[in-house]
């Protein structure tokens, strides 16, 4: 097939096909089934043979065959409507234009759908069009979905663009399973009192929206926190700023302050001392036993 990409924002095939979108949203000549999809409850009309035998998903929901009268609508409320639009062009033509607003959601549905020739067609968009406002909700998806490839260019990504990335909300809305890589990286270009602000401020988000402790929403992460690399007076800060906040676990604090005071020997060895590619150097840097590579 060929692929053309169209100032880097969209993708289609065979675009002489045209865009059929505007037709499923009437009664199309000779449909048999109708969805109601979205939060929008937005209706569209289509073939029941022709998803059937496109799509294996589609066959299973599709399976029985209408009895008399009106049928009712098969309700799909989890999808977006253009998503599920974008589709249906897919299906209907073997054609699809994605746009990078809702390339994800394309990809969701297609990985949700089972529709392996579309999904890897979001992916390959995906990686073209990524920046520092898409990069934390493909990584979102991509860890959901078990995306291998898609998470190491997003993790990649990141890498190169920590700082700017940090400052999203996609980066606050990240799940832990997604944050979790990020945090165990060597090659984030970002010191880590930066990042444990950042930290800080994910934790702030995901306890009101879920309603819990900053310090219980923390605890799946917070451990990948490399507290031994703050200098003396930013630990104080941190530990004091912990007390009035809860966010690291007292343990883990005083891990970092062994590190500190012995500076060579067991502890320094098992903190998580290693350095970042973005962490400043500090004066005690030079005791820990594993430096940046």
Request: net charge negative; charged share 25%.
């Amino acid at each position: 097939m060929e692929i053309k990409a169209q100032s880097g924002q969209s993708l289609e095939l065979h675009p002489r096909l045209g865009p059929l979108l505007p037709w499923f949203s009437a009664p199309l000549s000779h449909s048999d089934v109708r969805f109601v999809v979205g939060q929008e409850r937005q209706e569209v009309f289509a073939h029941r043979c022709l998803l059937a035998c496109r799509c294996n998903f589609f066959q299973r929901l599709l399976g029985q065959e209408p009895g008399p009268g009106v049928p009712s609508p098969v309700v799909l409320s989890t999808v977006p409507a253009e998503a599920f639009l974008a589709v249906l062009e897919f299906l209907y033509t073997n054609s699809i234009k994605l746009q990078r607003h809702s390339v994800l959601e394309v990809l969701t549905a297609a990985v949700e759908y089972g529709l392996e020739e579309l999904r890897e067609l979001c992916l390959e968009f995906v990686v073209k069009v990524l920046d520092v406002e898409l990069v934390c909700e493909a990584l979102q998806v991509a860890v959901t979905f078990g995306l291998g490839p898609l998470q190491e260019h997003c993790i990649a990504f990141i890498e190169a663009h920590s700082q700017e990335t940090l400052r999203t909300r996609g980066f606050l809305e990240l799940s832990a399973p997604a944050l979790l890589p990020l945090l165990r990286s060597d090659n984030l270009c970002v010191d880590e009192a930066e990042l444990v602000l950042a930290a800080r401020s994910w934790a702030r988000v995901g306890a009101a929206v879920l309603e819990r402790p900053v310090a219980e929403v923390a605890a799946p992460v917070v451990r990948e926190l490399r507290l031994a690399l703050l200098a003396p007076a930013e630990l104080s800060a941190l530990e004091e700023q912990n007390r009035r906040e809860p966010l690291i676990p007292v343990e883990q604090i005083v891990e970092a302050w062994k590190c500190h005071a012995l500076r060579r020997g067991d502890a320094a060895r098992d903190a998580p001392c290693r350095r970042r590619r973005g962490t400043l150097p500090r004066e005690h840097h030079r005791f820990l036993d594993l430096p940046f590579k």
